[in-house]
């Protein structure tokens, strides 16, 4: 048998999973959009035509391709513990929410 404040715990945790989800699905899109300014960001010059030295251009792309890798790397990283403390936000928040209310006696 559901009681009102039943109801409305499942309502405050449809929203805060609904809330988690919408956060989640932003912080995947400003990744996307970081990642695309980062290699924006990165793409390396066209080489300016000089004399060729033995395998120096080679050295200096693949360093420049391993730091987009690793700047795409950290980036990811933000936003996955940028995601974690969000969920952990909101489930602090419904939790006191319920603590409050069990307190009162609702």
Do not use: Y
């Amino acid at each position: 048998m559901a009681t009102p404040h039943s109801a409305d715990i499942s309502t405050a945790a449809k929203d805060a999973i609904e809330a988690a989800h919408n956060t989640q699905q932003l912080a995947i899109i400003q990744a996307v959009l970081t990642a695309q300014q980062l290699t924006q960001q990165h793409t390396p010059p066209p080489p300016a035509p000089v004399q060729q030295s033995s395998g120096g251009a080679g050295k200096w792309i693949a360093i420049g391709a391993g730091a987009s890798v690793f700047l795409l790397t950290v980036a990811l990283s933000a936003v996955a513990v940028a995601i974690s403390v969000v969920s952990l936000t909101v489930c602090v928040l419904v939790l006191r929410s319920v603590w409050h209310d069990v307190r009162k006696g609702h």
